[in-house]
């Protein structure tokens, strides 16, 4: 595969609403979250800035989005500047966050946390967010142990270095100090893609990301029973 991964896919690829649930779920879950023109919010991870641009455009929220690929950050700078959308874009690491202790009243991890160091980027995520702050993460979960080889596959691929139950997701929030922790498993009908997935391709791709989409593909379908995510949300 030459070295490449699947997030060299998703970002040469710009996929956007890179996460289960897409954009859709997105906008579900935030509708019951109490955000405003006066929140301060981090989307922690927000590759082609999908999510980052709905929070403006739908809450006048203040928004920041952080994100590690030079690629995705070049193509989020892309759609703000497009769409003369005010959102300030950081190009650095969610497990070491540049900004001062209780600065968020939000923090979004779509699809970011299960890939990094979870209890640095947690305890990252609980610094920088203000007291009452809020936590809101959808993160890879299985839905229950299995064969060690087989996980081994699938952490290889997403080069993840552990796959989480639902206990251990609560278990490391809970460390972290988190309060109200909820962990929910979503609705299929929101979940199996019924949303129009967007790309922004780069110019030069490498055909290899095609294979890497398709083993993608094969895993989802292989796993579909116990590789799963959950809506993850927190308060400070
Ligand atoms: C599965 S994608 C999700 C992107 C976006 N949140 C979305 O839902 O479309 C994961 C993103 O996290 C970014 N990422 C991975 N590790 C990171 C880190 N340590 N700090 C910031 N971003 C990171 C990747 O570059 C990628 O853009």
């Not at 998703?10 to 609403?17: I, P, Q």
């Not at 955000?35 to 922690?44: K, P």
């Not at 920041?64 to 193509?75: Q, Y």
């Not at 702050?133 to 060690?148: C, H, S, V, W």
Request: with cysteine.
């Amino acid at each position: 595969m030459g070295g490449l991964t699947y997030f060299d896919f998703l970002a040469k690829f710009g996929v956007g609403g890179a996460h289960p649930g897409g954009i859709l779920l997105t906008q579900n879950i935030l509708s019951s979250e109490n955000i405003s023109e006066n929140s301060l919010v981090l989307d922690a991870g927000c590759g082609t800035g999908q999510t980052a641009a709905y929070l403006y455009q739908q809450y006048k929220a203040k928004v920041i989005g952080l994100e590690i690929n030079p690629i995705m950050v070049e193509k989020a700078k892309d759609r703000f500047q497009t769409q003369q959308l005010p959102i300030q874009l950081i190009h650095g690491s969610i497990e070491e966050i540049p900004f001062d202790d209780h600065s968020f009243d939000f923090i979004l991890s779509e699809s970011v946390l299960a890939f990094v160091d979870k209890p640095k980027a947690l305890s990252e995520f609980h610094r920088v967010l203000k007291k009452g702050g809020r936590l809101i993460a959808n993160e890879m979960t299985i839905n229950k142990r299995f064969n060690p080889q087989e996980e081994a596959e699938i952490m290889n691929f997403y080069a993840v270095d552990s796959l989480l139950l639902e206990e251990d997701w609560h278990r490391l929030l809970q460390e972290v100090g988190f309060k109200n922790i909820e962990l929910k498993a979503q609705n299929p009908a929101l979940s199996h893609g019924n949303h129009a997935p967007e790309f922004n391709f780069s110019k030069d791709f490498e055909p290899e990301l095609f294979h890497i989409l398709n083993e993608h593909g094969n895993i989802v379908l292989k796993y579909q029973d116990i590789l799963s995510y959950r809506v993850i949300t927190v308060t400070k």
